[in-house]
C-alpha cells in the first residue's frame, strides 16, 4: 500500500499560514496511532497491551511474482494489481518519489526520529504497515540492525537489495493477518483512508503484538483547515480536502477516522495511550526556521501528489471525468503555491529540444522540462555506442502491404521463429505527458507544430503518414492514436513517446509479435510464435487475458469500434470455450497466488495448458514464472528448475533479457532450494 500524501493546505496568494496536524499516540503495552491533522500539531498514538498468538497457521501472503506487476491503468497513472480497486492512490514512479519526500517530511517534523514510541530503540521484530516504497522500513533496519523488519504493502514496489534484516510482503491487510511469530512493534504512517473497519485494524494489531508492544500511528487529519480563517471554503485547495473526504466516506474507508483512534485503540484493549502534537505549516510563511524547513518539505510532497491523489476517488466515486480533475487541480495547485508562480498554466514550464543526428540521423525532438532534455542528451551518447543494426537482420523480414478491413500492415517475408528480432527503433517525438495532457489545445499546437520542423525530411514525412482517429489537430491527433508510454525517470519522467513504424502493426488479440521499451528509449518487437511467409505481423494494443466482452468494451472506448480479430471473430460457441479457459485460469491464478491455499502439480500445468491452448505465447513469461514458483513451493526441483529457465526465455523475449522478473528467473532456476520459496508450501 502506497502511504497518503501529507496533505496540508497549501497558501493563497496572500501567503495564509495554512498548516496541518499531525497526531501521534503512545502507549504502554502496545503503542497506538500517530495521527496528521490540519491544525498546527501532529499526534501519535502508542500503548502496550498483552496478547497471545496462539496458531501456527499457512500465511495468506501473496508470493511476489510477475503477475502482480500488471498493474491496473487507469487515466495515466497505474494502480495496486492486488484488491484491485480498493485502494485509490497509485503506485507508479511519480507517487513512488512523493512517498520518500513524504518519509523525509516526517522524519523533520519528529526531529529526525523515526518513531516516538519506546521502541525507537530495542525492538526486535518490527511490523510496518503499508510500507509503500519500504523506506521506512529500510530506515528502521539499518538503524536498528538487531531488529527484523517486515514491511506489507499492496504492491512489490521496494527495492530489490534490502538490508538482510528487512523483507518485504505483498498482502491486503484488512484480510486475516497470519503472521505465526508476534511482533513488539508495529508501525502505521498515512494509512487512514486505507482501511474500512479500524476496530478490526486495531484488534489484529494487538493479538499480533507481545506483551508490551506497541503499536503507533502517523496520520493527517481532514479535511484541511487553517488556524487564522485564511483558507475558506472558497479555496480549491479546500474543496479538493472536502471532496476527497466525501469521496472516500462514500468508499467506506472515512478520512475522519483520526480525532476517533484513539478510542478505537482502548477499545481494542491497548493502555495508556498518548497523543503528539507538532505544527506542519503548508507554505513556508513562518518566520520559525524548524517550520520554514518543514513546510518547504511539506509542499514538496503535497504538490506532486494532488492529481494523484484525487483522480481515482473523484472519477470513481464521484463521477468526475479526468479532465475535469486535471483542471480542478490546476486550481488547488494555484492555492497551495504563490499566486505569482503560474508553472502548470503555461508552456513557459518545457523546453523544446531538436537533435537531427540522434540515432544516426534519424532524428529526435523533445518537449519536457530541462532536466529530463539532458536525460535524453544521455541516452543519445548511449546509442552513439551501439550499433543497432548489428542487433537486427540485414534485410527488414517483412514488408508493408494493404490488409483488409485494416487498410496496410506489416508482412512477414520470410519465416520467423521465437525471438527473432523484428523492430528496433528510438522515439521521433517526445513529450512530457503533463504537456500534452494539461497544456491549453492552442498552446500546445503552435509548439507541436514547432517541434515537427526540426525533424529530418524523411522522419518527418513517415511521422505524418501515421494515421488519428478523432481529427482536429494532425500531430495531437497522431500523438493521442499512436504514441506510447515512456519513462525517462524520476518523479517528472513520465512522456508520451511517437514510434512511427511501430503504428504499422494492426492490433490482434493473439498477436504474433510482442514489444517492450527498454531504458534507453528504444522500442524493440519480437515474434511470439513462430509465423511462415505471407502472415501478417501483428500486437496488441488491449489486455489479452480479459474475456471477449470486456476486450471489445475496451477497444470501443480506444478507438470507437469493436476488435475484429480471428480471436473476437470465432462462433459463439468457440468465444463461450475460450471465456471459459479465460476464467479459469483467472481462478487458478488467485489460488497459485495464495501461500494458503491447496496447491497440487496437476493445478499447476492445468494452468500452464490453459495458456497454451488460448494461445497466448505473447503472454507466457507471467504463466512460466507461476509455474516455476508454485514447483518450487511444492519441492518440486526438476519442474521449478524447467519452469524457470522456461520463463527465462519468455520474460526475455516479452520484456528484455535484464527484466527484474527474468533476473529473478535466473536466480531461482540456478539453486532452487536456496530460494525463499523452496518448500514453503509444506511447511
Given at each position: 500500500?502506497a502511504e497518503?500524501?501529507?496533505?496540508?493546505?497549501?497558501?493563497s496568494?496572500?501567503?495564509?499560514?495554512n498548516?496541518?496536524?499531525?497526531?501521534?499516540?503512545?502507549?504502554?503495552?502496545?503503542?497506538?496511532?500517530?495521527?496528521?491533522?490540519a491544525?498546527?500539531?501532529?499526534?501519535?498514538?502508542?500503548?502496550?497491551?498483552?496478547?497471545?498468538?496462539?496458531d501456527?497457521?499457512?500465511s495468506s501472503l501473496?508470493?511476489?511474482?510477475?503477475?502482480?506487476?500488471?498493474?491496473r491503468?487507469?487515466?495515466?497513472?497505474?494502480y495496486?494489481?492486488?484488491?484491485?480497486g480498493?485502494?485509490?492512490?497509485?503506485?507508479d514512479d511519480?507517487?513512488?518519489?512523493?512517498?520518500d519526500?513524504a518519509?523525509h517530511?516526517w522524519t523533520?517534523?519528529?526531529?529526525?526520529?523515526?518513531?516516538?514510541?519506546?521502541?525507537?530503540e530495542?525492538?526486535?521484530?518490527?511490523?510496518?504497515?503499508g510500507?509503500?516504497?519500504?523506506?521506512?522500513?529500510l530506515?528502521y533496519?539499518e538503524?536498528?540492525?538487531?531488529?527484523?523488519v517486515?514491511?506489507?504493502?499492496?504492491?512489490?514496489?521496494?527495492?530489490?537489495y534490502?538490508p538482510?534484516?528487512c523483507?518485504?510482503?505483498?498482502?491486503?491487510?484488512?484480510?486475516?493477518?497470519?503472521?505465526?511469530?508476534?511482533?513488539?512493534?508495529?508501525?502505521?504512517r498515512?494509512?487512514?483512508g486505507?482501511?474500512?473497519?479500524?476496530?478490526?485494524?486495531a484488534?489484529?494489531?494487538f493479538?499480533?503484538?507481545?506483551p508490551g508492544?506497541?503499536?503507533?500511528?502517523?496520520?493527517?487529519?481532514?479535511?484541511?483547515?487553517?488556524?487564522?480563517?485564511?483558507l475558506?471554503r472558497?479555496?480549491a485547495l479546500?474543496?479538493?480536502?472536502?471532496?476527497?473526504?466525501?469521496a472516500?466516506?462514500?468508499?467506506?474507508?472515512?478520512?475522519?477516522?483520526?480525532?476517533y483512534l484513539a478510542?478505537?485503540?482502548e477499545?481494542?484493549?491497548?493502555?495508556?495511550?498518548t497523543?503528539?502534537?507538532?505544527?506542519?505549516?503548508v507554505?513556508?510563511?513562518?518566520k520559525?526556521p524548524?517550520?520554514h524547513?518543514i513546510?518547504t518539505w511539506?509542499?514538496?510532497?503535497?504538490?506532486?501528489?494532488?492529481e494523484?491523489?484525487?483522480?481515482?476517488?473523484?472519477t470513481?466515486?464521484?463521477?468526475w471525468k479526468p479532465?475535469e480533475v486535471?483542471?480542478f487541480c490546476?486550481?488547488?495547485r494555484?492555492?497551495?503555491?504563490?499566486l505569482?508562480?503560474?508553472a502548470?498554466?503555461?508552456?513557459?514550464k518545457?523546453?523544446?529540444?531538436?537533435?537531427?543526428d540522434?540515432?544516426?540521423?534519424?532524428?529526435?525532438?523533445?518537449?519536457?522540462?530541462?532536466?529530463?532534455?539532458?536525460?535524453?542528451k544521455d541516452v543519445?551518447?548511449?546509442?552513439?555506442?551501439?550499433?543497432?543494426?548489428?542487433?537486427?537482420?540485414?534485410?527488414?523480414?517483412?514488408?508493408?502491404?494493404?490488409?483488409?478491413?485494416?487498410?496496410?500492415?506489416?508482412?512477414?517475408n520470410?519465416t520467423?521463429t521465437?525471438?527473432?528480432?523484428?523492430?528496433?527503433?528510438?522515439?521521433?517525438?517526445?513529450a512530457?505527458?503533463?504537456?500534452i495532457?494539461?497544456?491549453?489545445?492552442?498552446?500546445q499546437?503552435?509548439?507541436?507544430?514547432?517541434?515537427?520542423?526540426?525533424?529530418?525530411r524523411?522522419?518527418?514525412?513517415?511521422?505524418?503518414?501515421?494515421?488519428?482517429h478523432?481529427g482536429?489537430?494532425k500531430i495531437?491527433d497522431?500523438?493521442a492514436?499512436?504514441?506510447?508510454?515512456?519513462?525517462l525517470?524520476?518523479?517528472?519522467?513520465?512522456?508520451y513517446?511517437?514510434?512511427?513504424?511501430v503504428?504499422r502493426?494492426?492490433?490482434d488479440?493473439?498477436?504474433?509479435?510482442?514489444?517492450?521499451?527498454?531504458s534507453d528509449?528504444?522500442?524493440r518487437?519480437?515474434v511470439?510464435?513462430?509465423?511462415?511467409?505471407?502472415?501478417?505481423?501483428?500486437i496488441?494494443?488491449?489486455?489479452?487475458?480479459?474475456?471477449?466482452?470486456?476486450?471489445q468494451?475496451?477497444?470501443?472506448?480506444a478507438?470507437g469500434?469493436e476488435?475484429?480479430?480471428?480471436?473476437c471473430?470465432?462462433?459463439k460457441?468457440?468465444?463461450?470455450?475460450?471465456?471459459?479457459?479465460?476464467?479459469?485460469?483467472d481462478?487458478l491464478?488467485?489460488k497459485?497466488?495464495d501461500a494458503?491455499a491447496?496447491?497440487?502439480?496437476?493445478?499447476?500445468?492445468?494452468?500452464?495448458k490453459?495458456y497454451?491452448?488460448?494461445?497466448?505465447?505473447?503472454?507466457?513469461?507471467g504463466a512460466?514464472t507461476t509455474?516455476a514458483?508454485?514447483?518450487?513451493?511444492l519441492?518440486?526441483?526438476?519442474?521449478?528448475?524447467?519452469?524457470?529457465n522456461?520463463?527465462?526465455?519468455?520474460?526475455s523475449i516479452?520484456?528484455?533479457?535484464?527484466a527484474?522478473?527474468?533476473?529473478?528467473?535466473?536466480t531461482?532456476?540456478a539453486?532452487p532450494?536456496?530460494?525463499?520459496t523452496w518448500?514453503?508450501?509444506?511447511?
Amino acid at each position: 500500500m502506497a502511504e497518503q500524501p501529507p496533505g496540508s493546505p497549501p497558501a493563497s496568494s496572500s501567503a495564509p499560514q495554512n498548516q496541518e496536524q499531525h497526531e501521534v499516540e503512545l502507549a504502554d503495552n502496545h503503542l497506538a496511532p500517530t495521527q496528521n491533522e490540519a491544525d498546527p500539531e501532529t499526534e501519535v498514538d502508542a500503548t502496550d497491551a498483552e496478547s497471545v498468538r496462539s496458531d501456527d497457521t499457512a500465511s495468506s501472503l501473496i508470493s511476489l511474482k510477475a503477475s502482480i506487476l500488471d498493474y491496473r491503468r487507469e487515466n495515466g497513472r497505474t494502480y495496486h494489481r492486488v484488491s484491485d480497486g480498493s485502494y485509490i492512490l497509485p503506485n507508479d514512479d511519480l507517487e513512488q518519489e512523493r512517498l520518500d519526500i513524504a518519509n523525509h517530511l516526517w522524519t523533520l517534523v519528529w526531529d529526525g526520529q523515526l518513531c516516538l514510541c519506546p521502541k525507537n530503540e530495542g525492538a526486535k521484530r518490527v511490523l510496518d504497515l503499508g510500507t509503500g516504497t519500504g523506506i521506512w522500513a529500510l530506515d528502521y533496519a539499518e538503524a536498528h540492525p538487531q531488529a527484523n523488519v517486515v514491511g506489507v504493502d499492496l504492491s512489490p514496489i521496494q527495492p530489490n537489495y534490502v538490508p538482510y534484516n528487512c523483507q518485504f510482503e505483498v498482502d491486503d491487510l484488512e484480510k486475516e493477518w497470519t503472521w505465526s511469530k508476534p511482533f513488539d512493534f508495529i508501525f502505521a504512517r498515512n494509512m487512514i483512508g486505507s482501511f474500512r473497519d479500524w476496530d478490526q485494524i486495531a484488534a489484529q494489531a494487538f493479538d499480533s503484538l507481545e506483551p508490551g508492544g506497541y503499536f503507533e500511528i502517523h496520520d493527517n487529519l481532514y479535511p484541511l483547515e487553517s488556524d487564522d480563517g485564511t483558507l475558506t471554503r472558497d479555496h480549491a485547495l479546500y474543496q479538493w480536502s472536502a471532496f476527497l473526504t466525501e469521496a472516500l466516506q462514500k468508499m467506506g474507508r472515512p478520512l475522519t477516522i483520526a480525532p476517533y483512534l484513539a478510542q478505537v485503540l482502548e477499545d481494542a484493549g491497548f493502555a495508556d495511550i498518548t497523543v503528539t502534537r507538532r505544527k506542519m505549516p503548508v507554505s513556508p510563511w513562518s518566520k520559525d526556521p524548524k517550520l520554514h524547513e518543514i513546510s518547504t518539505w511539506t509542499q514538496a510532497a503535497f504538490l506532486p501528489g494532488i492529481e494523484g491523489i484525487a483522480m481515482a476517488a473523484f472519477t470513481r466515486v464521484l463521477g468526475w471525468k479526468p479532465a475535469e480533475v486535471l483542471v480542478f487541480c490546476a486550481h488547488v495547485r494555484r492555492d497551495a503555491k504563490d499566486l505569482r508562480i503560474h508553472a502548470y498554466c503555461c508552456t513557459g514550464k518545457y523546453c523544446l529540444y531538436a537533435n537531427r543526428d540522434f540515432d544516426a540521423g534519424r532524428g529526435i525532438v523533445i518537449v519536457s522540462a530541462p532536466a529530463n532534455v539532458q536525460k535524453l542528451k544521455d541516452v543519445g551518447k548511449r546509442l552513439q555506442c551501439e550499433d543497432l543494426e548489428a542487433q537486427l537482420p540485414s534485410n527488414p523480414p517483412f514488408h508493408i502491404a494493404k490488409v483488409a478491413g485494416k487498410g496496410v500492415g506489416l508482412i512477414a517475408n520470410k519465416t520467423l521463429t521465437r525471438g527473432d528480432n523484428v523492430m528496433l527503433k528510438s522515439p521521433v517525438l517526445v513529450a512530457h505527458r503533463a504537456f500534452i495532457e494539461k497544456t491549453p489545445a492552442a498552446e500546445q499546437h503552435l509548439l507541436l507544430d514547432a517541434m515537427l520542423d526540426f525533424l529530418p525530411r524523411v522522419t518527418r514525412s513517415g511521422f505524418l503518414d501515421q494515421m488519428g482517429h478523432s481529427g482536429g489537430h494532425k500531430i495531437s491527433d497522431i500523438m493521442a492514436t499512436n504514441s506510447f508510454q515512456v519513462d525517462l525517470g524520476g518523479a517528472d519522467g513520465h512522456h508520451y513517446g511517437n514510434y512511427p513504424e511501430v503504428s504499422r502493426y494492426n492490433h490482434d488479440c493473439r498477436p504474433n509479435v510482442v514489444f517492450h521499451i527498454s531504458s534507453d528509449l528504444r522500442h524493440r518487437t519480437a515474434v511470439a510464435p513462430s509465423v511462415e511467409p505471407g502472415t501478417e505481423l501483428t500486437i496488441s494494443y488491449l489486455d489479452s487475458l480479459g474475456t471477449r466482452s470486456v476486450r471489445q468494451h475496451r477497444a470501443r472506448g480506444a478507438w470507437g469500434f469493436e476488435c475484429g480479430c480471428s480471436q473476437c471473430s470465432l462462433p459463439k460457441w468457440e468465444a463461450a470455450v475460450s471465456d471459459q479457459r479465460l476464467m479459469e485460469m483467472d481462478e487458478l491464478e488467485k489460488k497459485l497466488s495464495d501461500a494458503g491455499a491447496r496447491v497440487t502439480k496437476k493445478m499447476v500445468k492445468r494452468f500452464v495448458k490453459l495458456y497454451e491452448e488460448e494461445r497466448l505465447e505473447a503472454k507466457l513469461a507471467g504463466a512460466y514464472t507461476t509455474a516455476a514458483l508454485n514447483f518450487n513451493l511444492l519441492g518440486e526441483k526438476n519442474l521449478a528448475v524447467k519452469y524457470a529457465n522456461l520463463a527465462v526465455r519468455a520474460g526475455s523475449i516479452e520484456n528484455g533479457e535484464h527484466a527484474p522478473d527474468v533476473e529473478a528467473m535466473r536466480t531461482l532456476a540456478a539453486d532452487p532450494k536456496r530460494h525463499f520459496t523452496w518448500r514453503a508450501r509444506l511447511r
